[in-house]
């Protein structure tokens, strides 16, 4: 681009109506390319995260006078977009690292020449005819494993059976680990390990979904439930990062005669009821008498599933508390609350009664608004527990919701109009706002340029 920095910084403002503010800012003796972002609808605006960098990086490569970059997405009157007091939708990029998409193919492409012969010079071990019967015999160790640390049965010989079991399945896991490379006799497959190691090449240094899977079993999972304080990090764990490397493992199925559906959905199954109640004991009410008391009173073939359903029964009862003592809360403050629930729609790990609220707020004015939102944001963040799934909040007025100005509250708020439109089937009465909806579409209702 020519025609001065002046220029650039306005052809920078003129690409994207939602760009503020873009100017080179000198300081401490260093120019900054610094650029303001307004983000208004993930609808409009998808991967505020991604757009940012994406700025920082066009900023850098047009600006070469400048040395790191300034980018942040802002919310309405020019506040920074905060989570939990983090901002994720910020970028100080530096110019050593503005590195542009064919640097990042050329690189990608030399790893993978560097996996290729990496490979040519380890025996990797063959995964075909191993993982299979490995997974089957994990998920036997897994399901008794669960059921003596649910029922709190210490016979002998039983807990030597189990550490038995996993000390063997745990000899098989490292097998799928490849080997390192001989101390004299190998030193260049060492030498290219090492150099792919730095590349960063994914199929050669990065995740091994299958031994994440089988190593979290094997060797995590057994030594933390024993550990009342490693609760709440290993629901997390159960439900995020197994329960991940579990669906990259099921790809086995393409590879391999075996059929692997059954097992994978039987581990799959113990997992989430696993986060069930370990979700229940860390964040809901319940203590570990309550999981061998409903353990124990059943067949035992069944007792981590029958305690998980008990697990989810006290906490959609917990949940219903928090409807209600979220109405009290308004109540007490002179507001009438409307407070609707429903199953998350994609749970984390953390939201644990696993439900969302919409709390609706009927005004006589919608200049009442802003005040009022204010009061339900403390009731929320007094009675919602940490962790709770983001809460929808919007004004009825003359009992009609107004989407436009909807708040979606975690720990600070953030335009709800998107996450408004997934509760259409509890609040279809909304009232028309056609000026507003009208904000960003073209002629023909397709978004403007």
């Given at each position: 681009?020519?025609?001065?920095?002046?220029h650039?910084?306005?052809?920078?403002?003129?690409?994207?109506?939602?760009?503020t503010?873009?100017?080179?800012?000198?300081?401490?003796?260093?120019a900054?390319?610094?650029a303001r972002?307004?983000?208004?609808?993930?609808?409009?605006?998808p991967?505020?995260?991604r757009?940012?960098?994406?700025?920082a990086?066009?900023?850098l490569?047009?600006?070469?006078?400048?040395?790191?970059?300034?980018?942040?997405?802002?919310?309405?009157?020019?506040?920074?977009?905060?989570?939990?007091?983090?901002?994720?939708?910020?970028s100080?990029?530096?110019?050593?690292?503005?590195?542009?998409?064919?640097?990042v193919?050329?690189?990608?492409?030399?790893?993978?020449?560097i996996?290729?012969?990496?490979?040519?010079?380890?025996?990797?071990?063959?995964?075909?005819?191993?993982?299979?019967?490995?997974?089957?015999?994990?998920?036997?160790?897994?399901?008794?494993?669960?059921?003596?640390?649910?029922?709190?049965?210490?016979?002998?010989?039983?807990?030597e059976?189990?550490?038995?079991q996993?000390l063997?399945?745990?000899?098989?896991?490292d097998?799928?680990?490849?080997?390192?490379?001989?101390p004299?006799?190998?030193?260049?497959?060492?030498?290219l390990?090492?150099?792919a190691?730095?590349?960063?090449?994914?199929?050669?240094?990065?995740t091994?979904?299958?031994?994440t899977?089988?190593?979290?079993?094997?060797?995590?999972?057994?030594?933390?439930l024993?550990?009342?304080?490693?609760?709440g990090?290993l629901?997390?764990?159960?439900?995020?990062?197994?329960?991940?490397a579990?669906?990259?493992?099921?790809?086995?199925?393409?590879?391999?005669t075996?059929?692997?559906?059954?097992v994978?959905?039987?581990?799959g199954?113990?997992?989430?009821?696993?986060?069930?109640?370990?979700?229940?004991?860390?964040?809901?009410?319940?203590?570990?008498?309550?999981?061998?008391?409903?353990?124990?009173?059943?067949?035992y073939?069944?007792?981590?599933?029958?305690?998980?359903?008990?697990?989810?029964?006290?906490?959609?009862?917990?949940?219903?508390?928090?409807?209600?003592?979220?109405?009290?809360?308004?109540?007490?403050?002179?507001?009438?609350?409307?407070?609707?629930?429903r199953?998350t729609?994609?749970?984390?790990?953390t939201?644990?009664?696993?439900?969302?609220?919409?709390i609706?707020?009927?005004?006589?004015?919608?200049d009442q608004?802003?005040?009022?939102?204010?009061?339900?944001?403390?009731?929320?963040?007094?009675?919602?527990?940490?962790?709770?799934?983001?809460?929808?909040m919007?004004?009825?007025?003359?009992?009609?919701?107004?989407?436009?100005?909807?708040?979606?509250?975690?720990?600070?708020?953030?335009?709800?109009?998107?996450?408004?439109?997934?509760w259409?089937?509890?609040?279809?009465?909304?009232?028309?706002?056609?000026?507003?909806?009208?904000?960003?579409?073209?002629p023909?209702?397709?978004?403007?340029?």
């Amino acid at each position: 681009m020519a025609g001065g920095e002046d220029h650039i910084l306005q052809r920078i403002l003129d690409s994207d109506r939602f760009i503020t503010e873009a100017e080179v800012r000198d300081e401490q003796g260093e120019a900054v390319a610094r650029a303001r972002l307004l983000h208004i609808s993930d609808t409009l605006q998808p991967d505020p995260s991604r757009r940012v960098r994406d700025l920082a990086g066009l900023m850098l490569r047009l600006l070469p006078t400048c040395e790191r970059a300034d980018v942040v997405a802002t919310l309405v009157g020019g506040h920074a977009m905060e989570w939990n007091g983090h901002r994720p939708w910020e970028s100080g990029l530096l110019r050593r690292y503005a590195i542009s998409e064919a640097e990042v193919a050329w690189n990608r492409t030399r790893g993978l020449v560097i996996q290729q012969v990496v490979c040519e010079h380890i025996n990797l071990p063959s995964r075909g005819h191993v993982v299979p019967a490995l997974l089957i015999e994990v998920e036997d160790f897994l399901r008794r494993l669960t059921v003596a640390w649910s029922i709190s049965r210490d016979r002998a010989e039983e807990v030597e059976a189990l550490n038995a079991q996993r000390l063997t399945l745990a000899k098989e896991v490292d097998q799928l680990l490849p080997p390192t490379g001989h101390p004299t006799t190998d030193r260049d497959c060492l030498a290219l390990v090492a150099l792919a190691q730095r590349e960063g090449v994914p199929e050669a240094a990065g995740t091994d979904d299958v031994h994440t899977l089988l190593s979290g079993l094997v060797y995590n999972l057994p030594e933390r439930l024993q550990q009342p304080d490693q609760w709440g990090s290993l629901a997390a764990f159960c439900h995020d990062i197994l329960t991940k490397a579990l669906l990259a493992s099921a790809d086995l199925q393409t590879s391999t005669t075996a059929d692997l559906d059954p097992v994978i959905e039987g581990i799959g199954q113990t997992l989430r009821d696993l986060h069930a109640v370990l979700a229940e004991l860390a964040w809901g009410t319940w203590t570990p008498s309550d999981v061998t008391s409903w353990a124990r009173s059943g067949p035992y073939a069944i007792a981590l599933a029958r305690t998980a359903s008990a697990a989810r029964a006290s906490a959609d009862h917990s949940a219903a508390d928090l409807a209600a003592t979220l109405a009290a809360k308004g109540q007490a403050r002179g507001l009438e609350l409307r407070v609707l629930s429903r199953a998350t729609v994609a749970s984390e790990a953390t939201n644990w009664p696993p439900v969302e609220f919409a709390i609706g707020v009927p005004l006589d004015a919608i200049d009442q608004w802003a005040s009022s939102l204010a009061q339900v944001e403390q009731i929320v963040d007094q009675v919602l527990p940490t962790g709770h799934a983001p809460t929808l909040m919007y004004p009825l007025i003359e009992g009609r919701a107004v989407a436009t100005l909807a708040c979606v509250r975690i720990t600070n708020s953030f335009p709800g109009a998107d996450s408004f439109a997934t509760w259409t089937e509890q609040l279809a009465d909304v009232a028309s706002t056609v000026i507003t909806d009208a904000h960003g579409q073209g002629p023909s209702g397709t978004s403007g340029g």
